[in-house]
């Protein structure tokens, strides 16, 4: 077993035996034991006898692993922290589905009652859920009158609000205009019967009042432990404003931030950034002032087209008859001209496509950029479950990275009754050999997790060899993260010189053993962040 170069253990390291350790380290895939410095660096990984050698004679604590399997902490690549801190916490959340026009005041009721807090956001009333069935904002009305009320949907992409959201927000409730990617519903006279979707919800999401900075420093340290106990040190935040930044740089200040965090602050569009286009592009400008020891923030995010989802289908695809995009889907017109900006910035782009159109858009889109910039930033597609046959060769060739999320619809029964919307092609990323990233777009539900999730696709990765299939998903939830990010010097394997940011897990996941996996302990910088108890 050979062992990477070993530094000279400082005072009051610490030394790790015993373990069962998949390094992510190319050349030395695998040891037992390793040694973290007191500022949470590992500084020799090899053998039980070379660390017990090194630990007797400097006098080193001893940490027995006790033969767990140990790999380094999961980079997420796709997660809402503020958002689902906040859903987890202070607005209500609605059983998964079975929410009709008819029971919609009771859930709402009820959900009320468990909150922990509440007026986070004023006087308005804000619940999650999947679908309400049968609904027009007449519901609400004879509960809520006054009070503005919305109940988010779709994934994050649709919304249900009653007529004094709407009017609160500024719609014209009668004779409210389509624009470019929205979705109105409406009534037999053509009027707004208070659920939307996508570009639609834009005056809604801007107009919510938002929380006080205390809370939000609040509800991110809850969102933190959350990733934690995923087994998550890393992470790409996909809707990044205003108020998150600030939250995590008050974190930083209080040492309290345990995780490195790579901030995507929304360009477009401003619905999922719930802050105006305006102030969010100024956000843009000045996001070196928000860069921290853990905090990163050169990366961008667009939502580009909808979602593949029933009722609304608002995926933009590539039409059958003639192989051209269905632009009506599309929520931006422009992106390539946000590509080129950011791109000459040096700033990373995540993209949110989903339908095959979309994601053609954007690789064309990138091609144009490493035209004109070839030694610029590492882009990232976020999603990919709609990529043409002739694209996925694209990714390698334009130094693409493909974010595969979210992480829970791998294997799916929605996804699997998509009709092949929903798709997930690892085989055909790998043979292509694309960088590849998993994210669990985490939103409003209970936990981050994406271990429990990828079961269901060693197979497909490994070519029907589990062991393969294990490796390749280790790495990509690792070290192909923190390359995505620009940090592999420093992040996403066991090796010296390294970050020791480590979790020890309660299957051997290098050989395929995800089935049931969980977290059992999360170290960040050689602390120990969290313990299943």
Known sequence: MASTTPQSPADNSTAYINGRVFTIHPQHPRAEAFI???SGVFTTVGSNDEVKALAKNHNLITYDLQNAFIMPGLHDAHVHML???IALTSQVRLPGQGITGKNVVEELRKGSCACKFANVNGDWLVAHGYLVEDYDRSVLDGEWPDTPVMIRGGAGHSAFLNSAALVRAGYDVEGERDGQGTCYKRDANGHLTGEMAENGMSKAMTSIPQPRLSHVQ?????AQQKLHAAGVTSCQEASSNTLLLKGLQALEATHSLKLEIFPHIVYAPDWIGEESSESLHALLDRAEAFKSTHVDTRFVKIILDGVPLAPYWTHAALKP???KVDESKLLMLNVSEAIKKYDERGMTMKIHCTGTGATRI???AYAAARQRNPNGPRHEIAHCSGVHEDDYKRFRELNVTAEMSPAFFFTHPITAGSGGLMNWDFAKMRA???????????????????LPFLDGIVDAVGGSDRQVGGEALCRMLTLAGAEAVGREKDLGSIEVGKKANFIAVDRDLSRGEFEGASCLTTW?????VYEKL
């Not at 960040?524 to 120990?528: L, S």
């Open 218 to 222: 609040r509800v991110l340290a809850v």
């Open 432 to 450: 292509h050999n694309a960088h590849t990233t998993i994210g669990s777009d985490w939103g409003a539900g209970e936990a981050p997790d994406l």
């Open 362 to 364: 954007v690789l064309d």
């Open 83 to 85: 958002f689902s801190g």
């Open 524 to 528: 960040f910088e050689g602390e120990v």
């Open 321 to 323: 008859e003639d192989n």
């Open 36 to 38: 973290v410095s007191p």
